[in-house]
């Protein structure tokens, strides 16, 4: 079987074209993805349409909490909250694509004569796949063609899918992924060309890129100190870490020791230039901190 092509995101850097896809693991992952591709639309005069029967001012990223006039943005037709009957049931209560499709098309077209550069789609179909004996695949994987034929060829339009992984079995969480082409992650928290670090959920930790070097230790030890553990265990993913200095060996060595005594810094997807780099210095005599999964074979759970 063919392996699927992606691209993954960061949510700043979705564009017109771009059917994403965004499989969040809890409230604060959605939120961090969903808030910032609402607001920056805002902020920019793109029309923002949201498909939900949750109140405008709930939202990621709207109310006062946000300092963000949820009522202007509604007058003004900026904001479109438009609820799941009026965007995708039949009288019957029934989910349908095709009225979907059609409410996607009539904003696009709306916000063009409106005068907007672009218009930003999102809505979370979880509801639908969560509910007991009433889950329907084939329906949302025909939705998610429609959408897909209708945004990704705009030059306006571009939407993120959410759903909770929670909501439906593996095969079928990869099967609806796969009929987007962007997957959409949260806004690095440090990108400086030589460093990227990346906040993960699911496991719950960081994604570390690059390389880490002794100018780069304290804004490392800074976002390492700021993800909570809930408990349980941090871990890092190193995939794609191709340098690390033993001064930052030491830093996750200090780190690892102020965990719980039932955590650890686990170390995932090492990659074998920086697992040698550990063996050196004995990374399984160091702590509290543990080997974790190997790299990552391709065609997985995203």
């Known amino acids: 079987m063919e392996t699927p092509w992606f691209a993954k995101r960061p949510v700043s850097d979705v564009r017109p074209g771009d059917h994403g896809w965004l499989a969040y693991s809890g409230p604060e992952e959605r939120d ?19 498909v939900t029967d ?5 939202l990621p990223g ?14 003004s037709g900026q904001l479109r909250v438009i609820t799941r009957p009026d965007a995708c049931l039949g009288r019957n209560g029934a989910f349908e694509p095709a009225k979907m499709a059609d409410t996607i098309g009539r904003e696009v077209g709306a916000a063009f004569d409106q005068g907007f550069r672009a218009v930003r789609l999102t809505t979370d179909y979880s509801w639908l796949l969560d509910r007991p004996g009433s889950s329907d695949l084939r329906l949302m994987l025909g939705c998610e063609h429609r959408v897909g034929d209708a945004v990704s060829p705009s030059t ?16 079928q969480l990869i099967a609806l992924r796969d009929t987007h082409e962007v997957l959409v992650e949260v806004n690095p928290e440090f990108d400086d060309g030589i460093l990227k670090i990346v906040r993960t959920f699911e496991p719950d930790g960081l994604r570390v890129e690059g390389e880490l070097d002794a100018a780069r230790h304290s804004v490392f030890a800074e976002k390492l100190s700021q993800v909570r553990h809930g408990g349980g265990s941090v871990h890092l993913d190193l ?6 200095d033993l001064g930052a060996l030491h830093l996750l060595a200090r780190h690892a020791t102020r965990l719980p005594a039932d955590a650890s810094l686990v170390l995932d997807h090492l990659s ?20 974790g999964r190997g ?7 995203c």
Do not use: N, Y
């Not at 949750?54 to 709930?58: D, G, I, W």
């Not at 306006?156 to 095969?171: E, G, L, S, V």
């Not at 790299?295 to 759970?301: E, H, K, N, R, V």
């Open 32 to 50: 961090r993805i969903i808030e910032p591709f609402i607001q920056e639309g805002l902020r920019t005069r793109e029309k923002v349409v949201c």
């Open 54 to 58: 949750t109140p405008p001012e709930r």
């Open 62 to 75: 709207l109310g006062t909490a946000h300092r963000v006039d949820v009522h202007e943005h509604l007058r």
């Open 156 to 171: 306006m339009a571009m939407a993120i899918c959410q759903i909770d992984r929670r909501a439906c079995p593996p095969d």
């Open 239 to 244: 995939s794609r870490l191709g340098f690390i």
């Open 272 to 291: 074998p230039d920086v697992e040698h780099v550990i063996e050196m210095v004995g990374w399984h005599r160091l702590p509290g901190l543990a080997r």
């Open 295 to 301: 790299i990552p074979q391709t065609g997985g759970l």
